[in-house]
């Protein structure tokens, strides 16, 4: 909460709907966060894969954690507000009501979440045309996008689903909708979910091959004709509804927005590192890369021509920072597999007792119990025998395999608390291992990295963060705001307001550099040994699948 004696200035909102939770905060002209709030949001798995949201609870989220953070402030100051959210699937009717994505007829669950995998071999099919969109998302579409999702949703919800929608809206634009009545959608979201080009448009030949001609034959209305980019303002702000509901004045500028990834991305790439010592300084921005770590973990990097990574989403252009082409890596559960190791080990109860005991987060007790049990050696040398291969839920990049699945390999009989801890500490290693496969497939096919900027719920992990930076090689820089992805958001809705220029003004002025965390050289040769172990375990997946479908 600012204090009475502030200076009065500009303010903007960020508000950022992620996987578990809404959070919004309100954010100066420094990127300074004044005040912050959050609340969790419910989620759905009808069936093993389908994994449901509802837009209603979420709007209601949005409203509950704004109010929150512009209380005591006078509103006058308030110039903008920026959204960002997860890149799932919001499904309305004709007259913009929910319509239910499940067999079950509930209209509630009208999003089909970004993680879900129902459409497998709807993706299947589409991959298989080898249309020639598929080359800017890396060669391979995901399931995760949302043309496999939609044609799961003509050819399996028909007449309940399919038949009676009027609006299919990426979560960010659908909030943007909610808040201004404006059906524009983000540049952002079409370009890297939906086979936009920036360049060229929607390609009717797409839709038509893939068998959902009927897109095309509305003239793209229900999925998005006006495309603006990322921080453009809408209409004419926020309406009196919308403004009623969030407790902010009608009329105030409502930016166009942004996946949350990308918001992140905004909220740390573009910080001033003079002073830190680090080899991206006096270097081109396209040196940095944005790791955006919370249920999933995106690598974001930019350039200045189209660099196509196999296995690595994009190019994009002008999907993040304006002019640049962005390639998106990602690992589709990094957060959620952490916390899956973790919970389902017999030893778990005994974890959360302890560390509720020592009023510590369960992370926090697990880095200090690594800690006690390492005794002189350096901490990640406790896994020398056990590892993980983390694709619990498919490999997004950059091996694009949505069958690959996890593997742990090391196991004892033993469930007590060091072993959860050592399990922890491989898995969080396995994810680091994640990220180094990722930039070395970005930098053969020609980008040129050097420093990471991570953020993200992970990125409040210390042991997340030095696992990154020793297994990568690379110096990890923090923002000096943890939630970064709030600052990028405040940048939209900075940039709607007409108080900065450009997109980049705004991420100079915003984003700033925190706590730098360097590798720690001395360890690579473990990691380099670790990191072999690591691929041989992909290999032997592989191996394993082809004996079994074998005669
Ligand atoms: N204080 C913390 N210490 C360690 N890990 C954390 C902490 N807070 C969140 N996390 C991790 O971050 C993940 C959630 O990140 P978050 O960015 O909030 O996710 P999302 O944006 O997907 O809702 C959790 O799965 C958890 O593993
Ligand atoms: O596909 C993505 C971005 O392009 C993200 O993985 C997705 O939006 C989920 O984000 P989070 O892990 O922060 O909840």
């Known amino acids: 909460m600012p204090g009475r004696d502030q200076e009065l200035g500009s303010y903007y909102v960020g508000v950022d709907v992620g996987t578990g939770s809404v959070r919004a905060a309100l954010v100066d002209q420094r990127g300074i966060l004044l005040a912050f709030a959050d609340q969790p949001i419910n989620q759905w798995e009808p069936q093993f894969n389908h994994h449901e949201q509802s837009s209603e609870d979420i709007w209601v989220a949005c409203c509950i954690v704004t109010k929150k953070v512009v209380q005591g402030i006078d509103l006058n100051q308030i110039r903008g507000l920026g959204f960002d959210a997860t890149c799932s699937l919001v499904v309305l009717d004709k007259q913009f009501h929910p319509l239910p994505v499940n067999h079950e007829g509930d209209s509630h669950r009208n999003i089909i979440m970004w993680l879900d995998h129902r459409a497998v071999n709807q993706v299947h099919r589409i991959n298989e045309t080898k249309h020639s969109v598929l080359q800017y998302v890396g060669g391979v579409m995901s399931v995760e996008m949302q043309a496999p999702k ?154 200045k021509n189209p660099i196509f990574v196999p296995g690595v989403w994009g190019p994009y252009f002008s999907a993040m920072v304006p002019g640049f082409w962005l390639n998106e890596g990602g690992q589709s559960v990094t957060g959620k597999l952490i916390d899956h190791m973790v919970q389902g080990h017999a030893a778990f109860p005994e974890l959360q007792a302890k560390a509720t005991a020592r009023c510590q987060s369960i992370y926090a007790y697990l880095n200090s119990h690594l800690d006690l049990i390492k005794k002189t050696q350096p901490v990640g040398f406790l896994t020398v025998d056990l590892h993980v291969w983390p694709d619990f839920h498919g ?157």
């Open 150 to 303: 939609l044609l799961w949703l003509k050819e399996n919800l028909r007449e309940t689903c399919w038949d009676k929608a009027g609006h299919f809206f990426d979560l960010p634009d659908f909030l943007s909708w909610k808040a201004t009545g404006v059906t524009a959608r983000s540049l952002c979201s079409l370009v890297c979910k939906w086979t936009y080009s920036a360049e060229k448009g929607w390609d009717d030949s797409f839709w038509k091959m893939v068998g959902l001609e009927d897109l095309v034959a509305d003239n793209y209305s229900k999925i998005g004709n006006q495309v603006l980019p990322p921080g453009t303002s809408l209409g004419n702000g926020l309406t009196p509804e919308a403004a009623k509901d969030l407790g902010l004045p009608a009329g105030i500028a409502v930016a166009a927005s942004l996946i949350d990834a990308h918001a992140g991305g905004l909220g740390v790439i573009g910080a001033d590192v003079r002073g830190h010592g680090l080899a991206c300084e006096g270097q081109p921005v396209t040196s940095r890369l944005a790791v955006i770590c919370g249920t999933s973990s995106c690598h974001m990097g930019i350039s």
């Open 395 to 551: 490999n997004r990049s950059p091996l694009a395999d949505l069958t690959l699945k996890g593997m742990v390999t090391g196991l004892k009989l033993s469930q007590d608390l060091d072993d959860l801890a050592i399990l922890y500490l491989a898995t969080v290693q396995a994810i680091a291992f994640g990220t180094r496969l990722i930039i070395e497939a970005m930098e053969s096919a020609g980008h040129s990295i050097s420093t990471l900027f991570l953020c993200g719920g992970l990125g409040k992990n210390p042991l997340f963060v030095q696992m990154h930076a020793d297994i990568t090689g690379m110096p990890v820089v923090l923002s000096q705001e943890v939630e970064s992805v709030l600052v990028g958001a405040a940048i939209l809705g900075a940039c709607a307001s007409g108080d900065f220029a450009s997109v980049q003004e705004a991420m100079a002025r915003m984003s700033k550099v925190g706590k730098v965390v360097f590798p720690r050289r001395e360890d690579k040769r473990y990691y380099d040994k670790k990191y072999q172990v690591f691929l041989k375990l992909v290999e032997h997946q592989k191996e394993y699948a082809s004996i079994m479908k074998g005669d």
